[in-house]
């Protein structure tokens, strides 16, 4: 679980985020939305001990400014928006996920190996472990890093517009992988730019305009409230299943 409270960050002099208090809890995926440059990064920055703040950030109730990094490791674990590309295996890559549990070795044990084997199964990307990073594509790469997030095996997930660079079929896939971790009883934070996804898969959205918090609510509510088109120039389209009556909505421009 997280427990913000007004939580502030600065860059030098600049203020990024300004009181932001907000809960993420177990079994729940809460989605963050916000135009560009609003503090959406910066927030999932400051949550995983990356930046300084002011305020209070609990993780499963502890104050994560208090706790060591390896400590922490264990609590959290991000997926940042933009990804490197070095020159080593996706396997390689995969197994840094293990870090927390290797101690100051690195060696991992027979645990740590089957581990590192499964979430590639998971992810889809078990034909791609003798392959380097920075010569698969950009899709894939993320594929890669999504294995590495789910081997660090934390309660709480944090990912950066996981979106980026999949395909739609991909993207379906994420999805129902954030759900399977949501139902497994983990914590998980995304920032995500398109709102039609964000309204599918949240159990809660966030909406940051100008480092505030400017809604926090379920997606239901999110539907029904003039901030989709205050906040981001979208109308909204009612359209109703002809096989169960249900009514979905679609945003567009």
């Given amino acids: ?50 930046i300084p703040y002011s305020g209070t950030i609990k993780l499963n109730g502890s104050e994560s400014r208090t706790l060591k ?11 940042p928006q933009i990804l490197q590309s070095p020159e080593i295996t996706v396997r390689h890559l995969v197994s840094y996920g293990r870090y927390p549990y290797t101690g100051l070795s690195g060696i991992m044990s027979e645990a740590d190996r089957i581990a590192v084997e499964n979430v590639m199964a998971k992810t889809g990307i078990s034909e791609l472990a003798d392959s380097f ?38 993207m379906k896939n994420l999805c129902s992988f954030l759900k399977c971790e949501r139902d497994s009883g983990k914590t998980v934070v995304a920032v995500l730019h398109d709102i039609n996804c964000a309204v599918e898969l ?12 400017l809604f926090n609510g379920t997606p239901g509510a999110f539907c029904e409230s003039d901030i989709p088109q205050k906040a981001f120039g979208v109308q909204r389209f009612d359209c109703v299943e002809a096989s169960d009556g249900n009514t979905s909505r679609i945003f567009f421009r």
């Fill in 1 to 50: 679980m997280i427990e913000c409270k007004n939580v502030s960050v600065k860059y030098g002099k600049k203020e990024i985020l300004h009181s932001v208090s907000f809960s993420a809890c177990p079994n729940e995926i809460t989605v963050i939305l916000g135009k560009n440059g609003c503090g959406k990064s910066t927030l999932l920055r400051a949550l995983s001990g990356i």
């Fill in 69 to 79: 990094p390896t400590t922490r490791a264990k609590l959290i674990s991000m997926m």
């Fill in 133 to 170: 990073v920075n010569r698969i594509s950009g899709g894939e790469r993320q594929k890669a890093y999504f294995a590495m997030l789910l081997a660090q095996d934390t309660p709480i997930l944090l990912l950066d517009e996981p979106g980026a660079h999949l395909d739609t079929e991909y």
């Fill in 202 to 213: 949240a159990d809660r959205i966030m909406v940051i305009e100008n480092g505030g918090v």
